[in-house]
């Protein structure tokens, strides 16, 4: 059932004889019923992007926003169905990896020739974020952050198992150093070393793809596939090695893995950016576990820095712009509020796009910010793909199949090889 926000200014609108203009809004990261529109008060990614749409849909005058209910594991599927359907949000969120295979089906709206006027100020995005929203010379989107795998860090568990040096952690070099210290912890405190969603979304897969970019390998190069080799075992092994000895759990998907961490029952979990602002906001409570909370770059364990990462952007249907002028104008008011709002989105822990905002006494005074500055000169994707969607579906499932039901890792990698030279050939 849609819920409508019905604001103060959308009222006066309507009272004054003139219907505000809606516009509905498509997006992932969780669920927050009572965000507010205080976007500087909210915690975590739900309740801080939804404080800053109720913000946009009170302070926008004529205009309110109606969030569609959607979910983030199959956000794609229900994107596609609305679009097939002919019924897209006027508004929709998306990931950077996304922009071939929607906008080159014509689906976005190319908004270059529309953001100045609407109070959106390109020159002001750093380098790699206009690059993110751009395809074959258009910009189809505003975008919103830039996000990263990191190493979130018990620092009382590392402590204890000698991990600490002049208030760091100690963070191996090697897959051998890896192995080592994992053992280090699970001697010292009984409890794992690393723990990240490997049996639910593609977390190990983005971990699998950062240890082959530190080899500067990658899943395919231009139409060919090249999984099935050296560079992907060797990734694979560093992380099975860890299953193999009993310092990490296989078997633990998003929720169970976060809350592992939490209850500090693992030293380090491999997960994004998106959760600084709420691990920072646990780690005060009293009754959560895990106390001294730190945030660290991604490792090098091979030769290359590298770490997976992606952008979070904003898009517009072309058929809106094609056939409502009106919902056109809306929806490119909603995106500069947005836009406007990058330091508060930039609260969760996700790096800003702006360079007002990366420049900023605000943002350098976000915590933990300074622990993983480096993490902007290792973030690394593979090149874009109209099939990267599949293409993830397929390394997710053939990786599961090595650490959660024993396929031997030449025979995964490969039938990866082989699925994913498919679709790179239709």
Known sequence: MKHVLITAAAAATIASGAMAQEVTLGRFFGACEDAGTDTKASVGEPCIIQSIINAASAEIDGVTVNTLPTDWGNYYDQIKAAYAGGTPPDVHVMHRHRIPEFAGLGALADLSDDLAAAGIDTSDWAPAALDAVSFNGG???????FHANLWHVNMDL??????VENGQPVLPSSPEELLAHAQQVKEATGQDYLAADFAQFPIGVRLTLALMWQQDANIFDGDTATIDNDAARNAVTAITQLFDAGVANPQLNYADSQQAFLNGEA?????GTWVVDFYDAEAAKE???LDNYYVADFPTLFDTGATWADSHMWAIPASLKANDAEGYA?????????????????RTGHMAVRNSVLESDAYANLPHRDEYTGTAAIARDTPPSERYGAIQDVLNRELQAIWLTGKSVDMALADAEAEVQDLLDR
Do not use: C, R, S, T
């Open 287 to 289: 009754e959560v576990a």
């Open 267 to 271: 030293a380090i979990l491999v997960n």
């Open 139 to 145: 910009i189809y989107g505003v975008p919103m952050d």
């Open 158 to 163: 590392m402590a204890q198992a000698g991990l």
């Open 330 to 346: 809306a929806a490119l008011k909603v995106l500069a509020f947005i836009n406007d709002h990058n330091i508060d989105w930039a």
